[in-house]
């Protein structure tokens, strides 16, 4: 199983990113999607989720902000992201989770990507 996101790079604060993640060699579809951030020092905090079917659920901080979305066929998982702020810099994880609860917690997901980091500036 892989996950590999693309996308991270540097903007200013009150710029768009938009994050990308392709999914492969996971043999079925009883999954969800999750998008996670993490900075030194810090833990790794759940930022969006989203099921097969579309729902979705975001951090407090991110809502209204950032937006998942995917596209199923291509197995291909997105986060917008826009008016960023310097407290959004982090490393940017995309994961598969089969549990059945649907919930924002790292634990909950068993695949991870490598990560792509995100750097906003003021």
């Known amino acids: 199983v892989k996950l590999v996101e693309s996308g991270g790079g540097s903007v200013q604060a009150g710029g768009s990113l938009r994050l990308s993640c392709i999914l492969s060699?996971?043999?079925?579809?009883?999954?969800?999607w999750g998008w996670f951030r993490q900075s030194p020092g810090k833990e790794r905090e759940g930022v969006a989720i989203i099921n097969r079917a579309g729902y979705t659920r975001y951090a407090d901080s991110v809502k209204d902000r950032f937006t998942i979305s995917q596209d199923t066929t291509e197995k291909t998982v997105y986060l917008e992201m826009n008016t960023l702020k310097p407290e959004d810099t982090a490393m940017y994880f995309c994961?598969?989770?089969?549990?059945?609860?649907?919930?924002?917690?790292?634990?909950?997901?068993?695949?991870w990507g490598q990560g792509t980091q995100v750097t906003v500036s003021s």
């Open positions: 060699g996971y043999r079925t579809d009883a999954y969800y």
């Open positions: 994961a598969i989770s089969s549990s059945v609860v649907f919930d924002l917690d790292p634990a909950l997901f068993t695949y």
